[in-house]
């Protein structure tokens, strides 16, 4: 136990964090980034479950963190690829898959296809990209794909300046009056962000931005906690989670007032009770 790489089929080295008991009898829980991120942004929900007994998995998406800084296959069906050949690896059964942001999109993703057979027991989608987040004649309430061109050109021109906009602003609401801002959580985004691969980064926008997952949650069978703050400026709420759940055969709705999008970081406390109560129920 400790970290380690997997080699994939086309191969991408993905690096993981794999902590606590692999003795078969610890519940196993997956958690998945979002862009730019690395395993590192868990690291408060990491050290919390595995004190309460839990055996804790974080992997680096490819062209993510410690990962090969991938030139393709920067999408979401081989970002699910990936993780079904990380958990055939780790022999994980029953496991609980969390993620943010874009690893909530890789989580309906990798459940909807690969979850079968007791894989996955449950899921959480915090803060998460589905159903789809660029606006469409099927998606009015979206955002405008300018948005996102406005991302890769940021991305394109200046990454280490894009790399420090973002968390100084909107991804913590820092920008809201009377934030409590973290230079350091500031600092630590800036840093994960840039020991990722910029190709990779730049094709990811897209994946985040334009994949439909609604064919992905019509086709999860457990449990999904869908957790997302009301003051998310990333991924806005109305058109994410309250669609998600519809779209679940058994999705649980829950709301963080005030919460930003980075809101396991700013409120870990909080944020690990609720998925506790979720694990344990």
């Not at 993780?83 to 055939?88: P, R, S």
């Not at 057979?117 to 990209?129: D, I, Q």
Request: aromatic share 10%.
């Amino acid at each position: 136990m400790g970290s380690g790489f997997i080699t994939t089929k086309d191969g991408t080295e993905i690096f993981y964090k794999d902590w606590g008991p692999a003795d078969g009898k610890a519940q196993p829980i997956v958690f998945h980034h979002g862009w730019p991120l690395s395993a590192d942004d868990w690291d408060a929900q990491m050290l919390f479950f595995l004190h309460k007994g839990f055996r804790v998995i974080a992997h680096d998406r490819r062209g993510h963190g410690r990962s090969s800084q991938t030139e393709t296959g920067n999408e979401m069906d081989t970002y699910a690829a990936d993780m079904a050949e990380l958990v055939a690896h780790l022999g994980l059964e029953g496991a609980i898959h969390v993620g943010h942001s874009t690893g909530g999109g890789e989580v309906a993703r990798y459940v909807g296809t690969y979850g079968g057979n007791g894989r996955v027991s449950k899921a959480v989608l915090m803060g998460a990209v589905p159903p789809i987040m660029v606006k469409s004649e099927k998606n009015p309430g979206g955002l405008p794909l300018e948005v996102f061109d406005g991302f890769r050109a940021a991305l394109a021109a200046n990454r280490a300046q894009f790399y420090v906009d973002i968390p100084t602003g909107p991804f913590y609401g820092f920008n809201r009056p009377g934030a409590k801002i973290s230079q350091g959580v500031i600092d630590n985004w800036w840093r994960q962000g840039m020991m990722g691969g910029t190709k990779a980064h730049y094709d990811c926008i897209k994946a985040f931005s334009e994949t439909d997952f609604t064919e992905d949650l019509k086709k999860i069978e457990v449990p999904v906690l869908v957790l997302h703050g009301d003051d998310d400026q990333i991924v806005p709420f109305a058109d994410s989670a309250p669609l998600s759940v519809k779209l679940l055969k058994n999705g649980i709705l829950k709301v963080k007032e005030g919460f930003p999008h980075g809101m396991a970081t700013t409120h870990p406390d909080i944020i690990n009770a609720d998925l506790l109560e979720f694990f344990n129920s």
